[in-house]
């Protein structure tokens, strides 16, 4: 392809340098004329473009202070893996920390192309051009200097929207662990979750099969009496992993493999309670169930000892406050899954295109008004990539490990970074997941400032546990990183994530498969993962997609569920409307040359 180039600083007044100055932090404009087909062949959609006419197509390289200088053909490489085709670029640094930030020129899309781009710059490169394409505020543009952009006067200033400031009150205070110690046992805590549960289960017991019902303890039964019995669950699985079975020498038995689910036909179900236990059959599907549910039992025991259920009922959702009126739009952007540290290089350009979006630096004027209406961003968990985890650590001789580094410090920086972009512009709430550097077991703490330099010196930077819970502008949020639905979805039939969240706000309680088959902390007086207050919104990060149901409760409840998706391998986030509680994805997703082939792009004016 014959291409002829040149290069200019892109200032107030145009240079007639030739060389890049790495030093200056100034944007570069890479123009090129090369013949439509041909860009057509590489992946790049010029719809109304006659193919014997050749039109400009600006591909924006930051040259940061930070960088090493590139050679011009490296650059051009990089500009034809990731052409950002727009009818002008124009990045500007925010106006003021929070609430305001100016608008670019009209850029009515913007689609990136990455095939290719590890074959053509490699692995490091790509470290350089992830710090380089993602943090762009510095000196801006000059409006009207693309020729796909209509000139603008001398006198026109950038337009400036608002940020919409939303009331919020944090209220993740029982998540936290304080002083830990480890040298209890964990009867306690499903001791504590029985007692907090049974006068709930009672009053529901009554309400479902009248308030004459007799509800017994195990030890009261007498055979053939039709009563309630309340107490915990136990599934027990002839396929669930065990220690005991993996260590055992003189049996000899091999490792299990690893499965995707882990019920079988064998199953059983046991309820205990605080002095004995008994086995249920009958109307209750064992597949459906997991160990650590509280629920109640009608039915009647048997001349073998077993209690045959005729019915059951669970806690159910408990009660919720009035969710205020709102008179306009405001929304809340929910992200999880960034996979910071991973070698997708598509992730980060999506993660790009989501914090401009974000941030005002994307779209035409009536794109950035509705920017402005987001209000605050939730990062639900999962910032770092499963790669950044080093399994041998624990293991390797310390000598060994010396003069090494963990995979997850370039990671955080990264991250750090990104957040720097974000807090300038939005309060950001950031939860930790299951590859994040804090706590393993349940309620994670939030991840330590000190590990955000940059970003942890904005107020807007709200570092927040797993589970999470807050107040925004009067809607309650609840939600986790995800941990707890994957757990249930390997020990019940549940495959739907959102199926899974109802169940969970019916059984009134985050985690119940914890601590049996989920790490949690061996809490002693009360158990903090039962619902004390039904949330307006249910959350779980990390899921394998985008989904949203409204449900509602016996008492007039109604609650969004959402499972945020990762997006490492979505590309998509979602945004909540705080005034309708309507739920929808936002996708970042890149495109290939055959998907544009097969769907034009019309971007003329």
């Not at 944007?27 to 006419?53: K, W």
């Not at 913007?110 to 992830?130: D, I, T, Y």
């Not at 609650?559 to 998706?565: A, D, E, G, K, N």
């Amino acid at each position: 392809m014959t291409t002829a180039l040149s290069i200019r600083p892109n200032t107030a007044k145009a240079s007639s340098r030739s060389s890049l100055d790495t030093n200056s932090g100034r944007f570069f404009t890479l123009r090129a004329a090369p013949c439509v087909a041909n860009l057509t062949r590489m992946g790049l959609p010029l719809n109304g473009v006659s193919s014997s006419s050749a039109r400009a197509i600006s591909a924006m390289i930051l040259v940061s202070s930070r960088m090493k200088p590139k050679p011009l053909s490296l650059l051009m490489k990089i500009s034809l893996a990731f052409p950002y085709l727009a009818n002008s670029v124009s990045r500007s640094s925010s106006v003021v920390p929070v609430g305001r930030f100016p608008t670019n020129s009209l850029l009515r899309w913007v689609k990136v192309l990455s095939p290719g781009f590890l074959k053509l710059c490699g692995s490091s490169v790509k470290a350089s051009l992830g710090r380089t394409v993602m943090f762009s505020d510095l000196s801006a543009q000059k409006e009207g200097s693309s020729l796909l952009c209509r000139p603008a006067s001398e006198d026109q200033g950038p337009a400036v929207f608002e940020r919409t400031s939303l009331a919020y009150s944090p209220s993740s205070e029982r998540y936290g662990v304080g002083e830990r110690s480890f040298s209890r046992q964990y009867a306690h805590i499903y001791a504590a979750r029985l007692m907090q549960m049974r006068p709930l289960l009672s009053e529901r017991a009554k309400e479902k099969w009248g308030s004459d019902v007799l509800i017994r303890k195990l030890c009261d039964l007498e055979t053939g009496e039709q009563c309630c019995i309340v107490g915990t669950l136990f599934k027990r699985m002839e396929l669930q992993p065990s220690i005991l079975k993996e260590i055992s020498e003189e049996h000899n038995l091999l490792p299990q493999p690893a499965r995707a689910k882990y019920i079988s036909e064998t199953d059983e179900l046991i309820l205990e309670d605080e002095l004995q236990r008994i086995k249920l059959e009958g109307k209750i599907d064992k597949n459906k169930c997991v160990t650590g549910s509280v629920i109640a039992i009608y039915g009647a025991e048997r001349n073998d000892g077993k209690f045959t259920v005729e019915d059951f009922c669970t806690a159910d959702l408990p009660l919720q406050t009035a969710r205020p009126s709102l008179s306009s739009d405001r929304f809340v952007l929910l992200a999880s899954g960034l996979g910071l540290g991973s070698s997708r290089a598509d992730s980060m350009l999506g993660l790009q295109l989501l914090v401009d979006m974000v941030t005002g630096q994307l779209g035409d004027l009536g794109e950035q008004s509705g920017a402005a209406t987001i209000s605050r961003v939730l990062l639900a968990g999962n910032l770092l990539s499963q790669s950044t985890q080093d399994k041998d650590a624990s293991t390797k001789a310390k000598y060994l490990t010396k003069k090494t580094q963990a995979g997850s410090v370039e990671a955080i920086r990264l991250l750090d970074e990104l957040l720097l972009q974000l807090v300038a512009s939005v309060p950001v709430d950031v939860m930790p997941g299951q590859y994040d550097p804090t706590n393993y077991t349940l309620p994670q703490q939030p991840l330590h400032r000190c590990m955000f330099p940059l970003s942890s010196v904005y107020p807007t930077l709200q570092l927040a546990s797993n589970p999470y819970q807050a107040d925004i502008d009067g809607v309650r949020f609840l939600g986790t990183s995800g941990q707890n639905v994957c757990d249930i979805q390997r020990y019940s039939s549940m495959d739907s994530h959102v199926e899974i969240l109802e169940e969970t706000l019916r059984l009134r309680h985050l985690a119940p498969t914890a601590p049996d088959t989920l790490g949690c902390y061996p809490f002693y007086l009360k158990d903090p993962f039962i619902l004390e207050e039904c949330p307006h919104v249910y959350f779980s990060g990390n899921a394998p997609a985008f989904e949203s149901k409204h449900i509602k409760g016996p008492d007039g409840q109604e609650v969004l569920l959402v499972t945020v998706p990762e997006f490492s391998s979505t590309q998509t986030a979602c945004l909540i409307n705080l005034r309708t509680l309507h739920c929808e994805p936002v996708s970042f997703s890149a495109f290939s040359a055959d998907e544009d082939e097969e769907s034009e792009m019309n971007i003329s004016h």
